[in-house]
């Protein structure tokens, strides 16, 4: 059974670290499934931005960082929790 917090620094992680963890401890299959279905949703979102036109917009702001740092990390820890929430009920 995999248990995420049988750690006892668990709390000390960061959702980064936690998640790298818990891809190369968890079902390798499970892994990989949640991983292309993450793949696929930026696809979409990707190609979502095509259909409106929007792809440039994205690049501009993507390499000219438009975004609040602190948005950012929110955004991203909020994706590395999600991932590991998906691999870890499937892997109990």
């Known amino acids: 059974m995999f248990n995420l917090f049988d750690d006892d ?10 998640c790298v963890s818990v891809l190369k401890t968890a079902n390798q299959n499970v892994v990989e499934n949640e991983l292309e279905k993450l793949l696929a949703r ?6 979502m931005l095509e259909e409106k036109g929007l792809e440039e917009e994205y ?15 929110e955004r991203v820890n909020s994706l590395f929790l999600e991932l590991v929430g998906n691999i870890v009920t499937q892997c109990e």
Request: glycine letters at 0%.
């Open 9 to 18: 620094d668990y709390m000390n992680t960061t959702p980064k670290s936690n």
């Open 42 to 47: 930026l696809a979409l979102a990707e190609k």
């Open 59 to 73: 690049e501009r702001r993507l390499k000219s960082f438009e975004v609040s740092e602190e948005d950012y990390d």
